[in-house]
């Protein structure tokens, strides 16, 4: 048997661009998006891998353009017991560490904090105690793991970008349609949500000779060419200055399925939004045109 544990509760959209209790899909999706992103990586940091958290979308009243949600955590089993003793809960004591309900969650947290860090932590017991100057703050270790997952915090970022087009100016979180809201978050909290994140890390870092046939060009500094390199199309930055000027002279005519011989280095890092891959083509050693016709001995 599964046992899942589900909360219910509403997030509200206000501002200029709720017009008769409807709202922009540009700026309803991208929203319900991120806050998908956010409660699936705030659960992923506290339950693991093994209880998947699904976050589905009921319709409601009209007013200011309210959508309600079930976050949803399937496989509660597998770890009944660690966070909270009671299944009916569970999902809503994910949402409280995020900070949506009460005022020891992230959201409350990353107010308080300013975009300071965090002076000093002392533990005790479950409560972990943050000093930042001269001030203190307390929460649970699940809050202090959200507030150090990047997933997490980019994830709220971006909930905060949908508010850059000034048609909608708050997301509310209520605990039922209509109900005052619970928290609120606004533009002015985009310098406390911008949390620092890790770098991404180099796993691979290497230059080697390639020959490339030319699929789509970019004339303008800064484009990426994309390139056949036999099995795989990529994108790829030209770093060859006098190549370049080579093409912007004239002195090359490209034809389809033409042939760079190059020096091509191929970067690879690991971050929170995964493995990335950058090519740059450092030198075109050579320049080779297609075939255009078959060559007989004699002709």
């Known amino acids: 048997m599964s046992f899942m544990s589900?909360?219910?509760?509403?997030?509200?959209?206000?501002?200029p661009g709720i017009v008769d209790g409807t709202i922009d899909?540009?700026?309803?999706?991208?929203?319900?998006?991120s806050l998908g992103e956010?409660?699936?990586?705030a659960n992923r940091a506290i339950n693991g891998p093994n209880v998947p958290a699904r976050v589905k979308a009921r319709a409601t009243s009209q007013?200011?353009?309210?959508?309600?949600?079930?976050?949803?955590?399937?496989?509660?089993?597998?770890?009944?017991?660690?966070?909270?003793s009671e299944d009916s809960t569970a999902a809503l004591n994910l949402l409280t560490c995020l900070g949506f309900f009460g005022s020891a969650g992230l959201v409350p947290l990353l107010r308080w904090l300013k975009g300071r860090r965090p002076d000093k932590l002392e533990q005790n017991g479950s409560l972990i105690t943050i000093t930042a100057g001269s001030e203190q703050f307390t929460v649970s270790l699940e809050v202090l793991r959200l507030y150090r997952d990047a997933?997490?915090?980019?994830?709220?970022?971006?909930?905060?970008?949908t508010l850059e087009t000034g048609r909608v100016e708050q997301i509310e979180f209520r605990s039922q349609p209509g109900a005052q809201p619970e928290q609120v978050l606004s533009q002015d909290d985009r310098a406390a949500f911008d949390?620092?994140?890790?770098?991404?890390?180099t796993v691979v870092d290497e230059t080697r000779k390639m020959a490339l046939s030319i699929r789509t060009l970019a004339f303008q500094e800064g484009n990426k060419w994309r390139l056949f390199d036999g099995q795989n199309i990529i994108t790829a930055t030209i770093d060859d200055k006098d190549f370049l000027g080579r093409v912007d002279r004239s002195e090359i005519r490209f034809a389809k399925s033409d042939l760079l011989i190059c020096d091509v280095q191929s970067i690879q890092r690991q971050g929170i939004e995964g493995l990335k891959t950058e090519h740059i083509v450092r030198k075109v050693l050579e320049y080779r045109r297609a075939p255009s016709q078959l060559e007989l001995d004699g002709f």
């Open 6 to 15: 589900t909360a219910r509760f509403v997030v509200a959209f206000v501002g």
């Open 25 to 33: 899909v540009r700026d309803l999706a991208p929203a319900v998006l």
């Open 38 to 41: 956010a409660v699936d990586a």
């Open 63 to 84: 007013g200011s353009y309210e959508v309600q949600l079930d976050l949803i955590l399937q496989s509660w089993e597998a770890i009944k017991g660690v966070l909270l």
């Open 151 to 161: 997933a997490v915090s980019k994830s709220l970022s971006d909930l905060l970008d």
């Open 195 to 201: 949390v620092a994140r890790p770098d991404d890390e």
